[in-house]
Nanobody, 128 residues
Framework: QLQASGGGLVQAGGSLRLSCTAS??????????MAWFRQAPGMEREFVAT????????????SVKDRFTISRDKAISRHQATVYLQMSSLKPEDTAVYYC?????????????????WGQGTQVTVSS
């Protein structure tokens, strides 16, 4: 189960921080990679950022690079992990529902179909 929070309404140029805690029945190694995706109305879900368990390997979509930062906390327990998305210099085109996702594996992934765990989504609205 993934629980995301931190969305809201912000003016263009502002900042928001999203959080997501994953609680799984299997060991946290099954959620080695955590990621953020977003989906705007009428659009497909798109990759935003991903990080490994240590947070020392991160990948970003070109549209958010240098504005968003993904980070990970050390595992709270063998069955929990947390990921954050610090969003700065927000633009109206960043408006979307943001979803956190998690997967195992040894490499990062950039398409929704490769993630087995999903959160419920949190709305981010950026006004111009």
């Amino acid at each position: 189960q993934l629980q995301a929070s931190g969305g809201g309404l912000v003016q263009a140029g502002g900042s928001l921080r999203l959080s997501c805690t994953a609680s799984v029945s299997r060991p946290v190694s099954s959620i080695y990679w955590m990621a953020w995706f977003r989906q705007a109305p009428g659009m497909e879900r798109e990759f935003v950022a991903t990080a490994n368990s240590n947070g020392d390997i991160t990948e970003y979509a070109d549209s958010v690079k240098d504005r968003f930062t993904i980070s990970r906390d050390k595992a709270i327990s063998r069955h929990q992990a947390t990921v954050y998305l610090q969003m700065s210099s927000l633009k109206p085109e960043d408006t979307a529902v943001y979803y956190c996702a998690a997967r195992g594996g040894v490499r990062p992934a950039y398409v929704p179909g490769e993630y087995g765990y999903w959160g419920q989504g949190t709305q981010v609205t950026v006004s111009s």
